[in-house]
């Protein structure tokens, strides 16, 4: 019997996954991470305002300081986007917003499956500390890992619509007790349901390792387990190479998000490629996906951003013109989200 993944319009076999985007955000809510407004008039008036192409140079330095830029919430543009990703052979989309306190949107995410065609494959999980509600950080592992089940079984409150994948975060350096305790339960749901288990680590220090020993300690399978996000430690070959070797994915999932600001570096797609290209020279090609995390107004076409069709339009060409060759392209936009997703 053929594997297949739970996408938002119901199960997908893994031969009709085709291109897959592995980690997007069609609809999000990152405004847990706004700076808040800055002190002064100017400031007041400047931070409030939505996000136009006229301000967004603005909005591109200070990214985190307009409320607007951190909620993707608009049908329209969520289907703009999609569409262009299908114009280059784009078939699936993996939305990395796995509860609602993070802007997830199942009767959205139907829509925009059901208007384009596209596969469009939902999370369910919890986010970051800070996106957290104080009844959330009182949960326990039990309670976690029992909501994180009924999902899967019976959909998303009395939506009917039913996730795909697992999908936690970190903000500290894994010792913050309830992102611990939704680790802990994901492993756990994972052991019961076989699907895939997406975490966001802590990303400024190769401490993944501690991630992993927990999910082995909740019985989870490591070879469902993709660590996001490690683009950031991309120049950590041999790091980076130990959490292959444990049987999980890695994900390179910032293509198209370069931008230096106050809050955080990202490197070029071009460095980007070149950790994928170490990667694959240790052999690793089959434990390799990329994507590009867009979450935030600025990276999308509406707003001048680059979108959704930055991998299929510009970085694999890229990536064959550093040398990469066809199976080892196919290996990581296709046949990897496919062995990554489905069960």
Partial sequence: MMASVMSVLGPIPEDRLGFTLPHE???TDLSCYWNGEPQGDTGNVLFRQEIT??????????????????????????????????????????????????????QGLWKVSKATGVNVIMAAGRYTLPSM??????????DLERQFVNEF??????????????????????????EIRSLRAAGRAQKKIGCALAVH??????????????????????RRVILCHQDYL????????????????IEFDTFGCGMINDRMWQQSDQEKIAFVKKQIELNNEECILISGDMCLKIMLSKWDGIGYVNIPKFVVP???????????IQAITISNPQKAFCH
Wanted: net charge negative; hydrophobic share 35%.
């Fill in 318 to 328: 890229a990536m064959r013109a550093a040398g990469l060759n066809e199976s080892a």
């Fill in 53 to 106: 192409l006229k301000n967004r140079n603005e909005v591109v330095l200070n990214p985190w300081s307009f409320k607007d830029n951190t909620v993707l919430d608009d049908l329209d543009s969520a289907l703009l986007e999609t569409r262009a990703f299908m114009q280059y052979s784009g078939k699936s989309i993996v939305d990395c917003s796995p509860c609602r306190e993070m802007g997830r949107n199942p």
């Fill in 25 to 27: 955000h069609l609809f």
């Fill in 234 to 249: 991309g120049n950590h070959t041999q790091y980076l190479d130990s959490l292959v070797k444990r049987g999980v994915y």
């Fill in 133 to 142: 509600t104080e009844k959330d950080k009182s949960l326990s592992v039990e």
């Fill in 153 to 178: 079984l019976n959909g998303v409150n009395d939506s009917g619509i039913k996730p795909g994948f697992l999908k936690v975060g970190f903000v500290s350096k894994i010792d913050e007790t309830a």
């Fill in 201 to 222: 680590p802590y990303i400024w220090e190769p401490v993944s390792h501690l991630i992993l020993d927990m999910l082995e300690e909740e019985g989870c399978d490591l």
